[in-house]
């Protein structure tokens, strides 16, 4: 029991990722899983039943989980509204005629991957999945694509919290932040080609060209998504007030407007319109992203001597004599892990990463390290069992969660050399 009381809090993180794999392939029950594994992380980490109660009902009800279900429940009906009318195929009848078969596999979840939208990957999915009329594809090739793809901008696109938080901790100008970090897509796609794509045969006997038609019908098709796009935009910058009261006010806006121009598109009848809006799938991933939120609460919040679990796990690294370069690699890496979000991961980590490059570091030193725990905690991110990207691909596909975090080992490895030349190039010249 003494060994239990005082295990480090990095056994305690890894082993209750681990009880919720476990647990999930026990009784192929995610929202279940991840339940007992947060009581599981909560008890080991000292909270009594009525702090767990107070943790979870504090964060199932905040102002800003009840705006994340808004957007989810926003983006599942636009998605489906997409998918019913025929917008989600015309467009993929185009990326098919325009593109080859491989490379649309790519595009058409990178596309979406510029809405900076919680479990965007199940909006791009459909589309995936309508590139394979045929089912040649193996579901679970069509996950990994999916989902990585998806994510292939988040380094750096300004619109997501993640990069936004990450800005305001390094205190590095935009310009500069992107500059730095749009090497991490590079590396990303270049992964994600050789060790996904290249497993989808090429459509040889088809001739692919543009045609002006194709180019003209597709801002259109697209409409929703730049409808997404523009309306962040504007409200972020012109408005910064409303993103204040909440960051997913600003996607609640455009993805309304753009369920709105769908609407006026294709009008959908009434009965098509009332299947979405009450379907009990959409009601099951929400509940899923939800108790997904609460594990990552007991991540971030004090434990009841008031400390928090990421400063323990800093403290345990330097009591190790663990060199700092290796502890800037580990604690976004830790984080990504057990939290599951971008946001999450930098907010959690960066205050650690910065605080320990001392007072008045060098401008190349922020840049160096910056990446390098960029890409330590993306990675964390990517391999994590509680991403809800993962989670809700795994769900449409009905492919193995467990296989797709394992799939991510690889070309996550890619990134993260790819952040360490860049840092090591950065700190040398």
């Keep these: 029991m003494d060994f239990l009381y005082n295990a480090p809090y990095i056994i305690r993180i890894l082993s209750a990722l681990g009880a919720i794999i476990i647990f999930n392939r026990l009784i192929n029950n995610l929202i279940t899983a991840v339940a007992a594994g947060t009581l599981f992380l909560a008890i080991w980490c000292g909270h009594d039943i009525s702090g767990i109660i107070t943790i979870s009902i504090t964060k199932l009800f905040s102002g800003n989980s009840l705006m994340l279900f808004t957007v989810l429940f926003l983006v599942i009906w636009l998605s489906s509204i997409m998918e019913k009318t025929g917008v989600m195929s015309d467009m993929v009848e185009i990326i098919k005629k325009s593109i080859s078969r491989r490379t649309g596999f790519a595009v058409l979840p990178a596309i979406i991957g510029m809405l900076p939208m919680p479990g965007g990957a199940l909006f791009s999915a459909p589309m995936v999945n309508d590139m394979d009329k045929q089912s040649t594809v193996d579901p679970l090739l069509k996950s990994k694509i999916n989902y990585w793809f998806r994510h292939i901008w988040e380094y750096w696109w300004p619109l997501y919290p993640g990069v936004l938080l990450a800005l305001d901790m390094t205190g590095l100008s935009p310009g500069r932040f992107i500059t730095l970090q749009f090497g991490l897509s590079f590396f990303a796609i270049i992964a994600g080609y050789f060790i996904f794509l290249k497993k989808i045969p090429e459509d040889k006997d088809e001739n692919k060209a543009w045609d002006i038609r194709n180019i003209l019908n597709m801002p259109l098709l ?157 990675a964390g991110m990517m391999l994590s069992p509680v991403h809800v990207c993962q989670v809700v691909t795994a769900e449409y596909f009905k492919s193995s969660l467990n296989r797709i975090s394992i799939s991510m080992i690889i070309p996550s490895s890619v990134v993260i050399t790819g952040g360490l030349i860049i840092g090591f190039i950065i700190k040398t010249v």
Excluded: C, W
């Excluded at 009601?283 to 899923?288: A, D, E, I, R």
């Excluded at 400390?307 to 580990?330: A, C, D, K």
């Design 222 to 378: 697209i409409a929703p998504v730049l409808t997404i796009i523009a309306i962040y935009a504007i409200i972020t910058i012109f408005i910064p007030g409303i993103s204040k009261i909440s960051t997913y006010l600003p996607m609640i806006a455009g993805v309304t407007f753009a369920i709105v121009v769908v609407i006026i598109q294709r009008r959908p009848d009434l009965k098509t319109l009332a299947e979405i809006v009450t379907s009990l799938n959409t009601l099951k991933l929400v509940l899923m992203v939800a108790v997904i939120g609460i594990y990552s609460a007991f991540i971030e919040a004090p434990l009841p001597d008031g400390t928090f679990v990421m400063e323990h796990v800093r403290r345990e690294l330097i009591g190790n004599n663990i060199p700092v370069i290796f502890i800037i690699m580990l604690i976004p890496l830790i984080s990504g892990l057990s939290t599951g979000i971008a946001v999450g991961f930098v907010g959690t980590s960066f205050p650690i990463v910065m605080n320990l490059l001392g007072p008045n570091p060098a401008l190349s030193q922020i840049m160096s390290y910056t990446v390098i725990a960029y890409s330590f905690g993306f």
